[in-house]
């Protein structure tokens, strides 16, 4: 497994990264959670209960893209690590392919109308597969962080460190536990506000924003990777 020594670095960027692309995609595609995919089945229910809502054809693919980003991604690392290989790298380059697919789809489709159009859809199954290549690179290769797509458990975990912080419990696990979640959390919601504005000024192409986060981290995991010994 792939351990970046900057931890710091890799939880906020991609914390920032899971909080623009969910942001953009909500306000762009009506409603659509890219990161927070299970988000989709609340706005689901709301549909199904008032018919005048827009077409929620797009949330029901968006689960399945999401599995099919996660199962490749596993397939994938699996098949690299059969080789011995450092898989972490493909793994974000996948993920920087389909977001880049995701903003080329998003502005070939604009403007985006009433209607669900099929590049609306196109674009937003690519940014909903992204996301499920991110969570599982996360789960699988980054797990030594925290989580940086879902914000509720780290917010949990704040929350019980500080308690026992203000009993006199706490311990020099506890600081870098804070420490270690507190920074993915602050980055997700400055990347969501960032995205509102960005989208709302630039359209989809604010979608390069990410792709120089995701570009900058994936030269620094090259940099500090390992050298693979001479066959």
């Known amino acids: 497994m792939d351990l970046p020594p900057h931890s710091r670095l890799f939880g906020a960027s991609l914390g920032f990264l899971a909080g623009y692309v969910d942001t953009l995609g909500f306000i762009a595609l009506f409603g659509l959670f890219t990161a927070h995919v299970t988000g989709n089945f609340v706005l689901i229910g709301a549909a199904l209960a008032d018919p005048s809502r827009v077409s929620i054809l797009l949330k029901f693919l968006a689960f399945p893209a999401f599995v099919i980003g996660v199962a490749v991604t596993r397939l994938m690392v699996l098949a690299i690590d059969r080789r011995g290989g450092a898989s972490l790298v493909p793994a974000l380059v996948l993920q920087w392919a389909l977001l880049a697919a995701f903003m080329v789809v998003g ?81 997700f919601a400055v990347g969501a506000i960032a995205a509102a504005f960005a989208y ?32």
């Open 107 to 187: 502005c070939l489709a604009e403007p985006i109308g009433k209607d669900v159009s099929d590049m609306a859809m196109i674009a937003g199954l690519l940014g909903t597969a992204a996301m499920g290549v991110h969570s599982a690179t996360s789960r699988l290769l980054l797990a030594h962080l925290a989580p940086t797509s879902m914000m509720t458990g780290n917010v949990t975990q704040i929350v019980l460190d500080t308690v026992d912080v203000l009993r006199g419990a706490a311990d020099a696990t506890t600081t870098a536990r804070c420490v270690k979640t507190l920074w993915p959390l602050v980055a």
């Open 200 to 231: 709302l000024s630039f359209g989809f192409v604010a979608l390069a924003v990410p792709l120089i986060v995701l570009g900058v981290v994936i030269l620094v995991q090259r940099s500090v990777r390992p050298a693979l010994p001479a066959a």
